[in-house]
């Protein structure tokens, strides 16, 4: 999943915000507080983007990098809003 390829209503950025600052993992985590928010999502189950990947993609900058990043943004929302919260 990536930021690149998500329709939606301008209001959602208002209500939610935009990227962090996070590296990696920034649609990640957007994605978590849309979900977080009760906001649903849909898939349109056909190919409307293109990815071009390349050896300078910030995704294969690290790969022990992406993971522990991952991880992070993962637990922060696990243990920040979890049902003991």
Do not use: C, W
Not at 7 to 25: C, N
Not at 61 to 75: C, I, N, P, W
């Amino acid at each position: 999943m990536t930021t690149s390829n998500i329709f939606s209503r301008r209001s959602l950025f208002h209500e939610i915000g935009g990227s962090s600052a996070l590296r990696y993992t920034h649609d990640l985590e957007f994605f978590l507080r849309v979900l977080l928010r009760g906001q649903r999502v849909h898939f349109i189950d056909k190919p409307l983007a293109n990815y071009r990947r390349h050896g300078s993609n910030t995704i294969r900058e690290d790969v022990l990098k992406v993971r522990v990043e991952t991880a992070g943004a993962v637990a922060y929302f696990i243990y920040g809003y979890g049902p003991d919260t």
